[in-house]
C-alpha cells in the first residue's frame, strides 16, 4: 500500500469532484476524508471500540 501526504489526498479528493462542485462540497469532503483518517489511526493504535460493544450499546438505547 503507497502511503500518501496529506496533500496528495486532498488534491486526488477534489480532482475526482464535478467541476461543478461548490467551496461547501469541498470542505466537506475534506472534512469527511479527516475523520476517516482519524479514525483508522485510532484503531491501530486500540482506541476504537469493538464492534460487539457498540451493538450491546445500541441496544441498551
Known amino acids: 500500500m503507497q502511503l500518501h501526504t496529506a496533500k496528495q489526498e486532498a488534491l486526488a479528493i477534489i480532482q475526482?469532484?464535478?467541476?461543478?462542485?461548490?467551496?461547501?462540497?469541498?470542505?466537506y469532503r475534506l472534512y469527511v476524508l479527516e475523520n476517516i483518517r482519524r479514525g483508522q489511526k485510532d484503531a491501530e493504535q486500540g482506541k476504537a471500540t469493538p464492534t460487539e460493544q457498540v451493538l450491546r450499546d445500541i441496544q441498551a438505547w
Open 16 to 27: 475526482r469532484l464535478p467541476d461543478t462542485a461548490d467551496m461547501e462540497e469541498i470542505i
